[in-house]
């Protein structure tokens, strides 16, 4: 119960790189010193201890691939008793889909990363236009 | 460091970028992680409790449904401290802490209302607007004052 009274933080570490596997961030994990605790997932790892140690270990794991490891915070403990899946039957996780959701746009995210620090230069896109509602029509007429 | 408010409020993308490019991400998680780990009677803590929806006064009338300013209660202080926002719109997903519409609607309204440098945007489908999504975003937070927590 000590452990509640400090500033403790959890991460979590969501690797979508080409060249650093989860497993690659985790054993990097444990060749910390500092007293934290990690859990390994399906998207990376979460890391839970104090504040500092946790903030080090966290830009340590970055460096390993900059644009393609994301990291948010979370307000959960690893195994917490109200969102761990061991405790609530099985089922995904509340949170889960979204993260799920986000984590299939990293390759692109970390692509244009690249591409921002390489400094490429600024195209302005045009987003493509919603199909108009009388064009629509001419389609299904046309089908028919 | 400039605080900033993202929407979605659990977002990784957006919680992220703000960081890397080194502002501080007003974000639910934090606000989470506050109240469950503060000492109460509940146990497990819960992330949601009766208060909740008192304190939401402050920023729902009484009609609005519980659930709404139950979720204000937590989102309502953090646009309260917001230097800056960036809202992300055309999500195809909203679950949890995201999954009220009116809520969403209430807080796109107070960040909008807010005198703060704000970035709207959607989120990107294809590789050109994923391009357009970080550049836009990394040119927003690079604009925002670095110093603005000693105001």
Known sequence: MAEETEDNITKIVVISSDSILPTDAAMKVYESEDSITIKETCFGTMVNGPREAVLKVVETLRSMDRNHIFVKERGFKPGAEVRCRAGRGGGPRPGFHFLREEVNMLPMIGRALDKYEAGEPFEEHEAPKKLDISKLKKIIDSEL | ?151
């Open chain 2, 1 to 151: 460091m400039a605080k900033v408010i993202i929407y979605p409020t659990n977002s990784l993308i957006l919680s992220d970028m703000v960081e890397r490019f080194g502002h501080e991400p007003l974000a639910m998680m934090e606000k989470i992680k506050e109240i469950i780990n503060t000492v109460g009677v509940d146990s497990p803590p819960l992330n949601i409790t009766p208060e909740g929806p008192k304190h939401g006064l402050k920023y729902a009338a009484v009609e609005v449904p519980a659930g709404v300013r139950g979720r204000m209660s937590l989102i309502g202080p953090m646009i309260d401290l917001a230097e800056a926002g960036i809202i992300v719109g055309d999500s195809s997903f909203s679950f949890g802490c995201m999954g009220c519409a009116r809520t969403n609607e209430l807080t796109k309204f107070l960040i909008r209302e807010k005198d703060i440098p704000l970035l709207e945007i959607q989120y990107p489908h294809t590789e050109e607007e994923g391009q357009d999504f970080v550049y836009k975003i990394a040119e927003f937070l690079k604009s925002l004052p670095s110093g603005s927590d000693e105001k």
